[in-house]
């Protein structure tokens, strides 16, 4: 049997889980928020990744239903946690397209009683690509319901530093592989710092992903990157588990 074919039952039987990951303030190590990412438990295949069933469920548009589930299922956790951590949620570019995405948004506020400045939603560069005008006036609509929005995978794409003028980003997330060499390389610390000076300028703050070590850390820290995310913290892990991850005092 196709995955594919897999995919339309599974939304129904409930295989579908969110896995969180802590986004730490570098000021003082604080977690400030979680980015949710869906995981697949097929009954055959075991634990599958995003990679291979987010394009599929791109193609025959059932990243809708899918992406409100977990816009749904992210708000109703997040509204339960004893602090006042963000989640983020990421949006696919065929979701962020579909007229059904603001009053999905609004209903899993609503439902949920999520305070909306609690909520981020992940876009990547690829939204900005389809037709600006659109782009523009959902993003309105979306901030106006007073959720945030940050710019997933800076760096990679088809990155137009235009995108961060016109459009309006609370967050702007530097993709793993500029983090990857960052104590080692002069050139990545150039890309990271100017990225980073670029948003300040801009009032957007700067979150360093694929961090996975302490020195790594330190040189976001001294670059003035805002946050960081990643395995040095904690890898994905299941909302059961978050009360594990500890808190500085
Ligand atoms: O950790 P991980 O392998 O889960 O994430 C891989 C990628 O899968 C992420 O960078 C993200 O782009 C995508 N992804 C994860 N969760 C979601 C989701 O809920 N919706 C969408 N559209 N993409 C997601
Ligand atoms: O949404 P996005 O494409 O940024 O998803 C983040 C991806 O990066 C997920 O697949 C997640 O599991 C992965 N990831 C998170 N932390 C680390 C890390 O420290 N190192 C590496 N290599 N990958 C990470
Ligand atoms: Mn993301
Ligand atoms: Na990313």
């Known amino acids: ?134 782009t523009l006036a959902t993003l309105h609509r979306l901030k106006r319901l007073g959720v945030s929005i940050a710019l997933d995978d800076f760096g990679t794409g088809y990155s137009s530093l235009g995108y961060l003028q016109r459009f309006p980003f609370d967050k702007v997330k530097i993709d793993k592989s500029f983090v990857k060499n960052l104590a080692e390389t002069r050139t990545s610390g150039a890309i990271v710092r100017a990225i980073v000076s670029l948003c300040a300028a801009l009032e957007m703050s700067t979150t360093a992903e694929g961090v996975e070590t302490e020195a790594q850390f330190l040189a976001l820290a001294a670059l003035g990157c805002t946050e960081a995310q990643g395995y040095l913290f904690s890898r994905p892990r299941p909302a059961a588990e978050l009360a594990l991850i500890s808190q500085p005092s």
Request: with cysteine; charged share 30%.
């Open 1 to 134: 049997r196709s995955l594919q074919l897999d995919l339309r039952r599974a939304i129904e039987a409930g295989e579908f889980e969110l896995f969180y990951q802590p986004q730490v303030r570098l000021r003082d190590r604080r977690i400030t928020g979680f980015e949710s990412l869906l995981r697949w438990h097929h009954p055959e295949r075991g634990l599958v990744m995003p990679e291979r069933f987010v394009p599929l469920a791109e193609e025959t548009g059932l990243i809708v239903p899918l992406g409100e589930w977990a816009l749904r299922h992210a708000c109703a956790v997040a509204a339960g946690w004893p602090g006042r951590e963000k989640v983020a949620v990421n949006l696919s570019p065929v979701q962020f397209a579909s007229a059904r995405l603001v009053p999905a948004v609004e209903a899993a506020l609503r439902d949920s009683g999520l305070e909306p400045a609690r909520l981020e939603l992940e876009i990547t560069e690829t939204v900005m690509l389809r037709d600006t005008d659109a």
